[in-house]
């Protein structure tokens, strides 16, 4: 079955520090690739998504996230992260037959001030 | 626009008790989905509906059902409560055509069941 693994659980920097995030995905086709981001008592929030293209991808706030098919990987990076950043992240995948969302299982950020 | 907005966002509840959440999806979208979080697990789908039709389904029991309504608003019943059922239950809600592949989903901020 398809899945998508988070390495890091818990990370926590610094504020300015760099921030790179890792999701790999294990499906080899056509992939749509997503990160998410819920910060403290909100909802959901879509940061980017990769569906074709240029395989580095801008989304809001400063993020970015590479697609790296060789790797099955989608890591998501920030070159200087703020306090405002802490929050809890969800890398996805659409799945094979094209009809649900298939998430990581989460990687919390803690950025101190 | 309004969001995704889910009811109760709270709830206690008995093993045992059955429960129901609801979900009303942004205007003119008709596709509703729903997840269950836990932190061992992470976000997991439950089901889709379109236009009041169950499209897809994930891997969860038959106690969990669900069914949309022909205003697109959504409910989900959870039957014979266990304790592992606690958890964060989001409902995200998309135009529906080409779900997910074209159109984005937006989430509500979920309803927090636990179970005692």
Known sequence: ?113 | KAGVTQTPRYLIKTRGQQVTLSCSPISGHRSVSWYQQTPGQGLQFLFEYFSETQRNKGNFPGRFSGRQFSNSRSEMNVSTLELGDSALYLCASSLGQGWPLTTEAFFGQGTRLTVV
Do not use: M
């Open chain 1, 1 to 113: 079955a398809q899945s998508v693994s988070q390495h890091n659980h818990h990370v926590i920097l610094s504020e300015a520090a760099s921030l790179e995030l890792g999701c790999n995905y294990s499906y080899g086709g056509t992939v749509n690739l997503f990160w998410y981001v819920q910060y403290p008592g909100q909802h959901l929030q879509l940061l980017l998504k990769y569906f074709s293209g240029d395989p580095l991808v801008k989304g809001i706030k400063g993020f970015e996230a590479e697609f790296i098919k060789s790797k099955f990987s989608f890591n998501l990076r920030k070159p200087s992260v703020q306090w405002s950043d802490t929050a809890e992240y969800f890398c996805a995948v659409i799945n094979q037959a094209g009809t649900a969302l298939i998430f990581g299982k989460g990687t919390t950020l803690s950025v101190s001030s």
